[in-house]
């Protein structure tokens, strides 16, 4: 996860960039990525314009074999989120690499 300095959508929301294909299942378990995301969300709040406008997470699967996505987990940390956050979730966008989209153009840039 990586919060983008300084980027925001429209709407003022923090742009949250998440890269599945770098986490390898073998070695951290669900707990420890559940964990990291908090702790996100915590430098998250840290910022008064973000707790006013929330943020967007963009999740992007650009490099992801079908097999690598733990189908799972996904809602167990929506779940260990929802109703619990005192911040406005904006977006949650999915990135597959398409070209010519906002999303695509900001995770090339921080690869």
């Known amino acids: 996860m990586k919060i983008l300095d300084g980027a925001r959508d429209k709407e003022g929301?923090?742009?949250l960039l998440v890269r599945p294909r770098y986490l390898d299942w073998r070695k951290v378990d669900e707990q420890q990525v559940?964990?990291?995301m908090w702790?996100?969300?915590e430098t998250l709040l840290q910022d008064a314009e973000t707790?006013?406008?929330g943020f967007c997470?963009?999740?992007s699967l650009k490099?992801?074999?079908p097999?690598?996505?733990n189908r799972k987990f996904m809602p167990k940390m929506l779940e260990s989120v929802q109703n619990r956050l005192p911040i406005r979730i904006g977006a949650l966008a999915q990135h597959m690499g398409l070209p010519s989209t906002r999303a695509s153009e900001l995770a090339k840039?921080?690869?």
């Open 51 to 53: 707790q006013r406008c």
């Open 109 to 111: 840039n921080t690869s």
């Open 13 to 15: 929301c923090q742009l």
């Open 39 to 41: 702790y996100t969300i």
């Open 67 to 69: 097999k690598a996505f």
């Open 57 to 59: 997470a963009i999740n």
């Open 63 to 65: 490099g992801m074999s």
């Open 34 to 36: 559940i964990e990291a």
